[in-house]
């Protein structure tokens, strides 16, 4: 069966079985999955690991993909932090005070695509989210930063920043609902 480019498609393809789908869904998107892998665990030899992981189970999971939840990118970039969160956890990783904070964040790790135009949108979208970042509290973005960069629980942040549960999860709430609103502003003020 020939493969069309299209990712949609070829999620269908690897559906049916057809392992030629993987292997191009997996030329495409390696890169962006062992960037997330890596960015939360921090090592290569798991990062490996987890991307190996995660394209097992798109293989598994490719016919419970819904396009009207997520592109398949997002659907991608959503299995590989989950995956690379259940790893570090299983590490047991170690709470301290000095765990990375969004400063610390290689943003410009993530590899750009070939395409000029891909490449200029998601140069457009770095600057759009390192923006809105920027707004927020220091204390927001150090608890937001802990859970999607490192991968650790409310209550595991609470510990590493010495404050009250309650606050850590109100902090991240604002941040993501303060997050959302400029992100949202930017979208509309452009359109």
């Known amino acids: 069966m020939p493969i069309n480019n299209n990712d949609k498609d070829l999620l269908k393809s690897i559906a049916e079985g057809d392992p030629s789908g993987l292997s191009d869904l997996y030329d495409r998107y390696k890169t962006l999955v062992f960037s997330i892998a890596f960015n939360v665990l921090g090592n290569i030899e798991d990062a490996e690991e987890v991307t190996i992981d995660v394209f097992n189970k798109v293989w598994e999971k490719a016919e419970s993909y819904t396009s009207k939840k997520a592109s398949v990118k997002v659907w991608i970039a959503s299995i590989a932090r989950n995956r690379?969160?259940?790893?570090?956890?299983?590490?047991?990783?170690?709470?301290?005070?000095?765990?990375?904070?969004?400063?610390?964040?290689?943003?410009?790790?993530?590899?750009?695509?070939?395409?000029?135009?891909?490449?200029?949108?998601?140069?457009?979208?770095?600057?759009?989210?390192?923006?809105?970042?920027?707004?927020?509290?220091?204390?927001?973005?150090?608890?937001?930063?802990?859970?999607?960069?490192?991968?650790?629980?409310?209550?595991?942040?609470?510990?590493?920043?010495?404050?009250?549960?309650?606050?850590?999860?109100?902090?991240?709430?604002?941040?993501?609902?303060?997050?959302?609103?400029?992100?949202?502003d930017d979208k509309n003020s452009s359109n």
């Not at 765990?99 to 750009?112: H, M, Q």
């Not at 942040?157 to 604002?174: F, H, M, Q």
Request: glycine share 2%.
């Open 84 to 184: 690379s969160i259940d790893a570090l956890r299983r590490r047991n990783t170690r709470l301290t005070s000095q765990s990375p904070k969004w400063a610390d964040a290689c943003l410009d790790c993530i590899p750009s695509p070939k395409n000029p135009e891909k490449e200029l949108e998601t140069a457009m979208d770095h600057r759009l989210i390192t923006n809105a970042l920027a707004q927020l509290p220091a204390s927001q973005r150090d608890a937001l930063s802990l859970a999607y960069f490192m991968g650790y629980s409310h209550s595991q942040i609470s510990e590493v920043l010495a404050e009250p549960l309650g606050t850590v999860k109100t902090r991240i709430r604002l941040a993501l609902q303060t997050l959302r609103k400029i992100l949202m």
